[in-house]
């Protein structure tokens, strides 16, 4: 007996329609619903990107202000 | 080119976080007054610090109403005022600081405070700084400059102004 399985015998009967060259998990390659460019609204991906935005802008007035500017003895000439 | 709504606040509010970083440190320089320590102190001659009038006899000098200034020799593993003896200031006053260095470069930094620059031999670097409530605090050296730069510290005790003005007219600064 082969370790290695004939290919033919690999093909399994219950998946008819596996045309030459398919990827396992790939996308189906028929359109199935057509959207417009601002149609597409990933509000996830913009309340994270909002997020992101908002921490980095209370860090910087945090280092710079209160980190920095609060440090004391500051040089001023 | 069609660009997603989205995308363009993306990058709008991208481009608003670079005029905001723009606008606060110009305000640092404009509002706040924070300086950059450039070369205004001019050059001294590092073989001869004795002969400076002021680098001879490093210490606290007062230049004026509730003005004062500071000359400081950092050399191989010291600050001369600030290691052996405190550097004493009075509180509440305007403290101008004229450091340099009589060997190899080192680093003043007042610790915990935005006091801090290069000892550079033959370069005096000059800088100004408010002085608040009595305060002790300690002086580093943030340069390597040798085997025993981890020890090289000191002290600048700011003291309140009758204290400091009472040990002024018995002698010491």
Request: net charge negative.
């Amino acid at each position: 007996m082969s370790l290695e399985p004939e290919t033919e015998n690999t093909i399994r009967e219950d998946v008819p329609d596996r045309p030459r060259g398919y990827v396992v998990g790939s996308a189906p390659d028929s359109i199935e619903r057509e959207i417009g460019h601002d149609d597409f609204d990933p509000v996830g991906t913009l309340v994270l990107i909002f997020g992101y935005f908002l921490i980095l802008v209370v860090m910087w007035v945090f280092m710079y202000f209160v980190e920095f500017l609060g440090r004391g003895m500051t040089v001023i000439g | 080119m069609e660009i997603h709504a989205y995308e363009k606040f993306w990058l709008g509010a991208a481009l608003l976080l670079i005029v905001g970083f723009i606008a606060t440190v110009s305000y640092g320089a404009i509002g706040a007054g924070v300086e950059m320590i450039d070369d205004d102190g001019g050059t001294v001659d590092p073989q001869n610090l004795d002969q400076h009038p002021k680098f001879s006899d490093p210490g606290v000098y007062k230049s004026g109403p509730n003005e004062y200034d500071v000359y400081v020799i950092a050399k191989q593993f010291l600050f001369q005022p600030g290691t052996s003896e405190p550097i004493r200031v009075p509180a509440n006053s305007t403290v101008t600081f004229h450091v340099t260095s009589a060997d190899v470069i080192h680093g003043f930094e007042v610790v915990g405070t935005n006091a801090n620059t290069m000892a550079i031999p033959g370069q005096i670097s000059t800088f100004t700084v408010e002085v608040d409530g009595p305060q002790e605090y300690g002086l580093l050296c943030n340069e390597y400059c040798g085997s025993a730069h981890h020890a090289m510290e000191g002290t600048m005790k700011v003291v309140p102004e009758d204290e400091f003005n009472a040990s002024a007219t018995a002698g010491g600064a």
